[in-house]
């Protein structure tokens, strides 16, 4: 494909994925909205916020980038027993066990440092532990349906999956939070 | 490889940009957090915040990949004299769809309000809002990525690996710094 240097082009062929994607981000934005007050009340899980979406979008966005260059090196089946894509599940689920715990604790001190964290520190860690996790395993299930689909119809991953399940994780993130907001507290 | 061999080299590889961006969305959210009262006073606000931390990572993320793949293929100069139109037609190209992008969720955002039971949202302050902080934070954003990929180029760096964790982190943390600064502009020139 020739690399194009105009404006209109670029914008012909990227506005309306980020159309769709703007709409898809306006439904996360609905969930948060719906707890609003439970997040203004307690600021930890406000601060949480940001990190749980962002963490969310990067873990789907690195497991795409590795499946599609494993595509691309016809490295991967989609098998049950395939190993590329066992492994990469596993480091992406052991990476979010890794980081939220973390997360939910620098989301309390940093509530604290800035006027009051509303929570005790263990729920703090436990929601984002527990929301963390269970949306690892959603991204890993998002990011391989949507590889073997663009795999199937002959598309390259690289132009549609990664931008999709950057976005779809980014909403995943929220109501997965909003879920185990809603019962832990 | 075995599935333990392939998971381990995967984490390796993934967890310092996991956790820089992870540092970078704490610093959001605590910017986020001192701003909580403002999100009382303009309805739609929240609903709005997705899309617009979206639209960082979405458009700046491709203008990243697309000025990486223009040094690789030696069309882009590695510099940053500003003689180069096509890393200025990249930039530009960016920003108006950026602009577009954060326009176009302030409109829905406001349809979601109307569908919603609840007070609706003020299309004109919304949409103002999010304009803004789409300029401000693009114009940081862009020469950001522009510099990470030609300076990183220029020292031996493949400029794909480094824009990824700059766009996220530094997206996340500008793109919530600019979204308050662009609220309290808009409410002082409304003459809230």
């Known amino acids: 494909m020739p690399t194009v240097w105009r404006p209109q082009p670029i914008l012909r062929a990227t506005l309306p994925l980020l159309a769709v994607l703007t709409a898809v981000e306006i439904g996360s934005g609905v969930v948060l909205e719906s707890f609003e007050e439970t997040l203004l009340a307690r600021p930890s899980l406000f601060v949480l916020v940001p990190v749980v979406i962002g963490t969310a979008g990067n873990l789907g966005s690195v497991l795409a980038a590795r499946l599609s260059s494993a595509f691309h090196l016809g490295r991967i089946s989609f098998a049950p027993d395939d190993e590329t894509l066992a492994g990469n599940a596993v480091a992406t689920v052991a990476l979010a066990v890794t980081a939220f715990p973390l997360i939910g604790a620098g989301a309390w001190v940093m509530a604290v440092l800035t006027g009051g964290a509303g929570l005790a520190p263990g729920t703090v860690v436990f929601v984002a532990t527990v929301s963390g996790t269970g949306l690892a395993v959603l991204t890993v299930a998002v990011t391989v349906v949507a590889t073997y689909v663009a795999y199937r119809l002959e598309l390259d991953p690289d132009d549609v999956v990664i931008p999709a399940v950057t976005n779809v994780c980014d909403v995943l993130g929220v109501v997965t939070l909003y879920v185990v907001v809603t019962l832990a507290l | ?192």
């Open chain 2, 1 to 192: 490889m075995s599935t333990l061999a392939v998971a381990r080299a995967a984490y390796r590889e993934a967890l310092p940009a996991i956790a820089l961006s992870a540092v970078g969305g704490l610093l959001a959210g605590v910017v986020l957090s001192g701003a909580r009262g403002q999100f009382g006073r303009v309805d739609g606000l929240l609903i709005v915040l997705p899309a617009l931390l979206a639209t960082r990572g979405n458009v700046y993320g491709t203008l990243g990949a697309r000025v990486a793949t223009g040094l690789h293929q030696g069309l882009i100069e590695p510099t940053l004299g500003g003689e180069s139109d096509r890393l200025g037609v990249l930039i530009a190209t960016a920003l108006a769809s950026g602009l577009l992008a954060s326009a176009f969720a302030a409109v829905l955002a406001t349809l979601a309000t109307v569908a919603l039971p609840g007070p609706q949202a003020p299309l004109t302050t919304l949409a103002a809002i999010a304009v803004l902080s789409g300029l401000l934070s693009g114009l940081v954003l862009g020469v950001l990525v522009v510099a990470v990929a030609v300076v990183g180029y220029r020292n031996g760096r493949d400029p794909d690996t480094l824009v990824g964790p700059v766009v996220t982190t530094a997206g996340d943390v500008f793109g919530v710094a600019f979204l308050v600064v662009a609220v309290r502009v808009v409410l002082a020139a409304e003459g809230g």
